[in-house]
């Protein structure tokens, strides 16, 4: 594989379809197994490239980041949804087609994110993780969060074990 140049930017309408694709293949790769299979495929077929596009013109904060041109990997940020910890901003998504996991483009898309989440104000944040999802604990551990408290999400009939990782304020 041919990588060329690298770089991380905000997304734009055109490439809901990208995104839209990488949540579809990382999201069946990260949660096959986790997720019952019926709720994963009605989670995965809500966000296709009409729901993408339609947050990118929402001005929601999205970024891509490409590798050789093609995009390979996309970030949600924002404000904390998390008001009862002490961190003022959130990550609340990254994800790399499963090709690109592993290889270290998810770090140079991760400091985009807090780069971002400075820029907005938000000098210290978090990130939620299915406790099960071993790789992305795995991630955010070598990214230097902390373990800064564990709760659950509801996803159809079960409650599935969440790990919060935070990043203080420098």
Same mark, same amino acid.
């Given at each position: 594989?041919?990588?060329?140049?690298?770089?991380?930017?905000?997304?734009? !309408?055109?490439?809901? @379809? %990208?995104? !839209?694709?990488?949540?579809?293949?990382?999201?069946?790769?990260?949660?096959?197994?986790?997720? =019952?299979?019926?709720?994963?495929? &009605?989670?995965?077929?809500?966000?296709?490239?009409?729901?993408?596009?339609?947050?990118? @013109?929402?001005?929601?904060?999205?970024?891509?980041?490409?590798?050789?041109?093609?995009?390979?990997?996309? !970030?949600?940020?924002?404000?904390?949804?998390?008001?009862?910890?002490?961190?003022?901003?959130?990550?609340?998504?990254?994800?790399?087609?499963?090709?690109?996991?592993?290889?270290?483009?998810?770090? =140079?898309?991760?400091? %985009?994110a807090r780069d971002e989440l400075k820029r907005y104000?938000?000098?210290?944040? %978090?990130? &939620?993780?299915?406790?099960?999802? @071993?790789?992305?604990?795995?991630?955010?551990?070598?990214?230097?969060?902390?373990?800064? %408290?564990?709760?659950?999400?509801?996803?159809?009939?079960?409650?599935?074990?969440?790990?919060?990782?935070?990043?203080?304020?420098?």
């Amino acid at each position: 594989m041919r990588l060329g140049q690298i770089g991380v930017r905000r997304a734009t !309408a055109k490439d809901a @379809e %990208a995104i !839209a694709g990488i949540h579809d293949e990382a999201w069946r790769l990260a949660y096959g197994g986790i997720i =019952p299979g019926g709720n994963l495929e &009605r989670m995965v077929a809500r966000r296709g490239p009409a729901w993408w596009a339609k947050a990118v @013109e929402r001005r929601a904060a999205i970024l891509v980041i490409e590798v050789g041109g093609r995009i390979c990997g996309y !970030a949600t940020i924002g404000p904390s949804r998390m008001r009862m910890l002490p961190f003022a901003g959130e990550v609340y998504e990254i994800y790399m087609k499963p090709e690109y996991q592993g290889l270290g483009f998810g770090r =140079p898309l991760f400091e %985009a994110a807090r780069d971002e989440l400075k820029r907005y104000g938000f000098k210290s944040f %978090a990130v &939620r993780v299915l406790r099960d999802n @071993e790789m992305a604990q795995g991630f955010y551990r070598r990214l230097g969060g902390l373990q800064a %408290a564990e709760t659950s999400e509801r996803i159809g009939d079960r409650s599935l074990p969440v790990v919060v990782f935070g990043w203080p304020a420098p």
